[in-house]
């Protein structure tokens, strides 16, 4: 198993090593960390399912490749160069299928290992790590830092949530704001109050710098 999970890694690196939106392989790392952090507080689920999870999460990512459909595709083509049980291979593909955030679906998690993946997966678009990314990411799409006269989105599609006009501050409403409540596990929600008041601090300074008043 430890091969397999340097065989990942490699395939990561050699497939984000270039991004810029957020998505690259220090993110991948952080999650992984993340992951392991919250698995030693639940002592629950399968280590090896939660590490190659999250290690592979972003592959698929239609926002990181030309079509959703390309993505699977290409993790597809890699879980079959391994010699890896087809229990485990499907445990892995449904962590990977239901960990994003997708506009604020609501899909049921049948697993702790998805449980685990999902928060450690979250936790790193919140906090200072989330404040980051999520500028670099509206750099990328070609939002503005802020823009007074669009509003906030709350219901959208999945193509709405993608490709439609935002801000890098609205997209702090629109998803890293809500993240703090939709926690699976004790010790992510623990971690996530504090990012969450560290990013509203942020805001407010945000808002007064913007205004003059700082």
């Known amino acids: ?40 507080k639940e002592n629950r689920g399968d280590w090896f399912i939660i590490e190659m ?6 592959i698929p990512d239609g926002k990181l490749n030309e079509t959703e459909e390309a993505g699977w595709s290409k993790l597809y083509s890699f879980l079959s160069t391994l010699n ?22 609501d899909i049921e998690l049948n697993t702790i290992e998805a449980e685990i993946v999902q928060d450690a ?3 790193d678009a919140l906090g200072a790590i989330g404040i980051a990314r999520a500028f670099a990411y ?11 006269g669009l509003a906030v989105r709350d219901q959208m599609t999945i193509e709405e949530y993608r490709n439609g006009d935002s801000s890098s ?26 990012r969450h008041r560290f990013m509203e601090k942020y ?5 007064s710098e913007w205004n003059g008043k700082a």
């Open 121 to 123: 997966d979250r936790l």
């Open 84 to 105: 890896l049980d087809d229990r485990l291979a499907a445990m892995i593909l449904e962590c990977i299928e239901k960990v994003s955030f997708k506009g604020g679906r």
């Open 53 to 58: 999870a999250a290690l592979l999460h972003d």
């Open 169 to 194: 501050i609205n997209h702090f409403y629109e998803k890293l704001l809500k993240l703090k409540d939709r926690m699976n596990t004790a010790y992510a929600k623990q971690l996530a109050e504090e």
């Open 1 to 40: 198993m430890n091969e397999m999970i340097r065989a990942a890694e490699l395939f990561v690196k050699n497939e984000l090593e270039k991004d810029s939106s957020g998505h690259d392989w220090h993110h991948i790392d952080r999650v992984r960390k993340n992951a392991r952090l919250i698995w030693s």
């Open 138 to 148: 509206g750099g990328k799409k070609g939002h503005p830092l802020y823009e007074p």
């Open 203 to 207: 805001l407010s300074q945000f808002y």
